[in-house]
């Protein structure tokens, strides 16, 4: 892993994926007992994912967002959007990451950028939400089970009178007519294909059912 930039948001810098990184090798079961389902997952935290970059930036062109506010940082990976927060001025960040090796790189992230960060290392979504002003929620609809665990928790967060901002490059399992859109960037999708072309992004606020 190297420490770099992250395209679109010099601000943060994170540990990030090269060709000689060998991450493929996280994936092998161990002799053992072989992996869990979260640890047999495709390293995420080790991208700066569209859904997260356009919400980080985002942040810290609009501090006052999260500026004095409690934060929770929903499927962090990489923590990119947490960094975002705790730059632009947040209280307190809570990054909420259920794989080990995300964890570790969430950490060393945090260090690498000067910033504290709490860290939840299981699921949280089947639960109450935190006690936090704000939920962050980066790329979190990539897959329809995903999204659909997601949903619940996220509506539990309004009726608690937590705002969700969801950031996302348009993703086959984004749940429309529950967002409005706040604003848009070309940020790359670097874990998205393995380019780094720019592509449309959002940041949206997800919203009540309406009726």
């Given amino acids: 892993m190297r420490l770099a930039p992250v395209p679109s948001l ?7 994926a090269h060709p000689g990184s ?5 994936l092998e079961p161990d002799d053992d007992n072989g992996v869990d389902e979260a640890e047999s997952q495709p390293p995420y ?9 356009v919400l980080a930036r985002y942040i810290l062109d609009r501090p006052s967002i999260v500026a ?5 940082d929903l499927g962090a990976g990489s923590g990119l959007v947490g960094i975002a927060a705790a ?8 990054a909420a990451e259920i794989d080990r090796n995300g964890v ?4 060393l992230n945090a260090k690498a950028n000067g910033v504290a960060i709490e860290i939840v290392d299981k699921d949280i ?8 002003d704000v939920v962050l929620a980066g790329d979190v ?19 608690a009178g937590i705002d969700v901002l969801v950031g996302d490059p348009g993703r086959a399992w984004l749940p429309r007519p529950r967002l409005c859109l706040l604003g848009e960037y070309q940020v790359p999708d670097v874990g998205g294909n393995g380019g780094s072309e720019p592509r449309p992004s959002a940041v949206f606020a997800f919203v009540a059912k309406s009726g």
């Fill in 10 to 16: 010099p601000e943060v810098r994170l540990y990030q």
């Fill in 22 to 26: 060998g991450l493929r090798q996280l």
């Fill in 45 to 53: 935290w080790a991208y700066a994912w569209a859904g997260g970059a």
């Fill in 68 to 72: 004095g506010k409690r934060v929770l």
């Fill in 87 to 94: 730059k632009a001025g947040a209280r307190a960040v809570i």
């Fill in 104 to 107: 570790a790189a969430l950490r």
């Fill in 125 to 132: 979504t089947a639960g109450p939400p935190p006690a936090v």
């Fill in 141 to 159: 609809f990539y897959a329809q089970d995903v999204g659909q665990r997601m949903m619940p928790f996220l509506d539990r967060c309004l009726a």
